[in-house]
């Protein structure tokens, strides 16, 4: 997998919306499961979500944010998304996409992460 480079992060106010990308270059994307995680400051990285390779058949989220966000992929642009409602100051945090080869349900077997994109809710 080549380079990533999150999007789309920016101030929100509670209960709004954001829409995160993440672009990737290089090859095989399209045989990547790819994943988004985040970390606030002081505390550990976090599992957001992941989305199958083909993105039709399996997509897995955190409990955190089950129901708020919303995880897709576009193979032929090279380019998966995280659309994000019902924002909660919570959920400030440097947001970052990766790949893995496998299935995965935590941040085991992501191999590489972008840069991250900051996301502030403020309350």
């Known amino acids: 997998q080549g380079q990533l480079t999150e999007s789309g992060g920016g101030l929100v106010q509670a209960g709004g919306a954001l829409r995160l990308s993440c672009s990737a270059s290089g090859q095989s994307f399209s045989n990547y499961f790819m994943g988004w995680s985040r970390q606030a400051p002081g505390k550990d990285r976090e599992f957001v979500a992941v989305?199958?390779?083909?993105?039709?058949?399996?997509?897995y989220y955190a409990d955190s944010v089950k129901g708020r966000f919303t995880i897709s992929r576009d193979n032929a642009e090279k380019t998966m998304y995280l659309q994000m409602s019902s924002l909660k100051p919570e959920d400030t945090a440097v947001y970052y996409c990766?790949?893995?080869?496998?299935?995965?349900?935590?941040?085991?077997?992501?191999?590489?992460w972008g840069q991250g994109t900051q996301v502030t809710v403020s309350s």
């Open positions: 990766g790949s893995s080869p496998h299935a995965t349900t935590s941040l085991v077997g992501f191999g590489s």
């Open positions: 989305i199958s390779w083909n993105g039709g058949d399996w997509t």
